[in-house]
């Protein structure tokens, strides 16, 4: 279909959606005070971490459904998380790598980049941390026999055990995805239509596994406190040796990092650089 067939008055068009972004809406995000900015981020990680507590919950026990019907539900529940950003204005970090294509076309500098980033990162970590703290106080996993405990210390553990590569490139992968969601949520011009904009591209990346780091902020802390449930523990049939593995340092240094670096490469090249270079670059 050409850009010139895209019903105007359903579906902003590509080009429009580019110049948004870089001349209107990414400048506006850069401009909040650090207060505002601070409060939406944490709204924003406590969004996510909502989602993906229930997404664990919806995959919780499925051992008998088939593996992609399981996986399908849970990422499909886990794009609420999104929804509730993109309905609320919150900041999410994943979200705001596309204040770069602000930078390309230099209506903003690249220390107001990275003041944002800096700050709603921040923010997402004290969010996810305020949900699974509270989750974990509210004994979420007891009565499921545990296994909800038990997969989200499943999931935390896998998560940390991947090597740098994987990470990086399961990084990359799903931020490519969440940015997508973020630009046709942008086009779409009523409720409904940024509801299904972002259901697709947030359950592909939910259900294929790749690694959001606002999404990990949760779901590894979800995992550490699960650590010291010892009905979690036995129930999970981790050994002591095993369980080492999930440790603050590992969930910082050895997927953080690199997790987060994918999801900024992901967003700047496949999102950003594809965008600017087709639509809004000077010959």
């Known amino acids: 279909m050409s850009n010139e067939n895209i019903d105007i008055e359903m579906c902003a068009k590509p080009k429009q959606i580019a110049e948004t972004f870089a001349r209107k809406s990414m400048p506006a995000k850069v401009s909040y005070g650090k207060i505002k900015t601070l409060v939406l981020a944490i709204a924003a990680g406590a969004f996510i971490s909502f989602g993906a507590q229930a997404s664990l919950t919806a995959m919780a026990g499925t051992e008998a459904v088939a593996f992609g019907l399981a996986k399908i539900l849970g990422g499909m529940i886990f794009s609420a998380g999104l929804m509730m950003i993109v309905f609320t204005g919150a900041e999410l970090f994943t979200g705001n790598v596309l204040i770069g294509i602000s930078v390309l076309e230099k209506k903003i500098s690249i220390d107001k980049l990275f003041r944002n980033w800096f700050w709603v990162y921040i923010g997402n970590f004290i969010g996810a941390i305020i949900v699974a703290t509270l989750i974990h106080y509210a004994n979420a996993y007891h009565g499921t026999n545990e296994v909800l405990g038990v997969l989200g210390l499943k999931v935390a553990y896998g998560k940390v055990n991947l090597t740098f590569t994987q990470a990086l490139a399961s990084g990359i992968l799903c931020n490519w995805l969440v940015c997508m969601a973020v630009w046709m949520a942008a086009a779409a011009k009523d409720v409904s239509g940024k509801i299904w904009a972002i259901l697709f591209p947030i359950t592909a990346f939910a259900m294929c596994g790749y690694e959001h780091c606002v999404a990990n902020m949760y779901m590894i802390t979800n ?61």
């Open 223 to 283: 995992g550490l406190l699960n650590k010291t449930s010892e009905a979690v523990v036995v129930a999970s049939g981790f050994t002591a040796e095993q369980l080492s593995t999930l440790s603050i340092k590992a969930f910082l240094i050895d997927n953080l990092i690199p997790v987060t670096l994918g999801n900024i490469i992901g967003a700047l090249i496949f999102v950003v650089g594809t965008f600017w270079l087709a639509y809004m670059k000077r010959k």
